[in-house]
């Protein structure tokens, strides 16, 4: 069975730390993997990544995907206070045409 | 196991056609969202209900028609006013609470295309 795991399911750190949000998969026929930012209602899209071991960056966060272990992280370094939602790691199956969602990792940066 | 349902899994649209798009929850969640994916997109949210009977249009509703009259429901209705039908159309609900983030939770999703 598919399925998209991400971990932590919840982060406390202080304003300025840095984090790595983890997002581990089994998806038969893997087209791409998404990551998004939930706060009110729709989730921001922050990345789609494709290939392995090609970083992509925007400001403050950054993100990387590994095919042959399966896995992708979210980092943000020095956070802020507006980087406190959930993060959403979703990956896209290419035959079978559907997309899998993770449960998420809350985080919540304290000032 | 609780979950959402979004059926069907494919559907063909004619030109001048409406369809609807179905989708069921049995999370007792207050809460439900139509999204629209394309390719190299992310979601765009097209409506959004936070309770039966009510329901507010989000970034991209023209052309598109939903109804809330029950909680574990919520249908898209695609209408023939809307040009570029064809997409990944995703389903998702989540709780409700006043000052708290609650993750969303997805269903399997329904491509739809012009014939």
């Known amino acids: 069975e598919d399925k998209v795991v991400q971990s932590p399911l919840s982060l406390v750190v202080h304003e300025g730390d840095t984090v790595t949000l983890n997002c581990s998969y089994e998806?038969?026929?893997?087209?791409?993997l998404l990551w998004y930012k939930q706060e009110k209602k729709a989730p921001t899209f922050l990345f789609m990544l494709?290939?392995?071991?090609i970083e992509k960056k925007s400001g403050r966060l950054s993100s990387i995907l590994d095919k042959k272990e399966l896995f992708s992280i979210l980092n943000i370094t020095a956070t802020q206070t507006g980087d406190s939602a959930i993060y959403l790691c979703?990956?896209?199956?290419?035959?079978?045409?559907?997309?899998?969602f993770g449960k998420g990792t809350r985080l919540h940066i304290l000032p | 196991d609780g979950g959402i349902t979004q059926s069907p899994k494919y559907l063909f649209r004619k030109e001048g056609q409406n369809v609807t798009l179905s989708c069921e929850q049995n999370?007792?969640?207050?809460?439900m969202y139509w999204y629209r994916q394309d390719p190299g997109q992310g979601l765009r949210l097209i409506y959004y209900?936070?309770?039966?009977?009510?329901?507010q249009k989000g970034d991209i509703a023209e052309g598109y028609s939903v109804s809330r009259e029950k909680k574990e429901s919520f249908p898209l209705t695609v209408t023939s006013a809307q040009k570029n039908p064809t997409a990944f159309y995703l389903c998702?609900?989540?709780?409700?609470?006043?000052?708290?983030?609650?993750?969303?939770?997805f269903g399997d999703g329904t491509r739809l295309s012009i014939l």
């Open positions: 209900s936070q309770i039966v009977n009510d329901f």
């Open positions: 979703a990956v896209e199956a290419e035959r079978d045409d559907k997309i899998i």
């Open positions: 999370l007792n969640h207050d809460a």
């Open positions: 998702a609900s989540s709780i409700v609470e006043p000052y708290s983030n609650q993750p969303q939770h």
């Open positions: 494709t290939s392995s071991g």
């Open positions: 998806v038969t026929n893997f087209r791409s």
